[in-house]
């Protein structure tokens, strides 16, 4: 049984720094076939849309940050434990959501609907 499953999330005050983690375990994912996969974080909050965070690719090389994130956010992985991390910088009140990694096949893609499987979320809230 795969399990998706995110961590880090807390209230933060408006210039803090916070970095996630999100750990995949179960088939198919060894530390070998994770290796494989692409993996993303969205957000959300209530009421709507689940919004595109950061991606990257299988071998790092390629990574993709969403508009109200470049420059502040950073997306990395380490295939060996298996696990993709979301260093946050800069945070900003418009950044409190739920968080979400996501795990998908091929290459990374800033559509909720390209990955497979999803965590339940760690809560960011960042406010004075």
């Known amino acids: 049984q795969v399990q998706v499953v995110e961590s880090g999330g807390r209230l933060v005050k408006p210039g803090d720094s916070l970095k996630l983690s999100c750990a995949a375990s179960?088939?198919?994912?060894?530390?070998?076939?994770?290796?494989?996969?692409?993996m993303a974080w969205f957000r959300q909050t209530p009421g709507k849309e689940r919004e595109f965070v950061a991606a990257?690719?299988?071998?790092?090389?390629?990574?993709l940050y969403g508009d109200s994130v470049k420059g502040r956010f950073a997306i990395s992985r380490d295939d060996a434990k298996p696990s993709v991390y979301l260093q946050m910088n800069t945070l900003k009140t418009e950044d409190t959501a739920l968080y979400y990694c996501?795990?998908?096949?091929?290459?990374?893609?800033?559509?909720?609907?390209?990955?497979?499987?999803w965590g339940q979320g760690t809560q960011v809230t960042v406010s004075a």
């Open positions: 179960g088939r198919p994912f060894s530390s070998r076939t994770f290796s494989g996969h692409s």
């Open positions: 996501a795990v998908g096949d091929g290459l990374p893609s800033v559509s909720k609907g390209w990955y497979d499987y």
């Open positions: 990257i690719s299988w071998s790092g090389r390629t990574t």
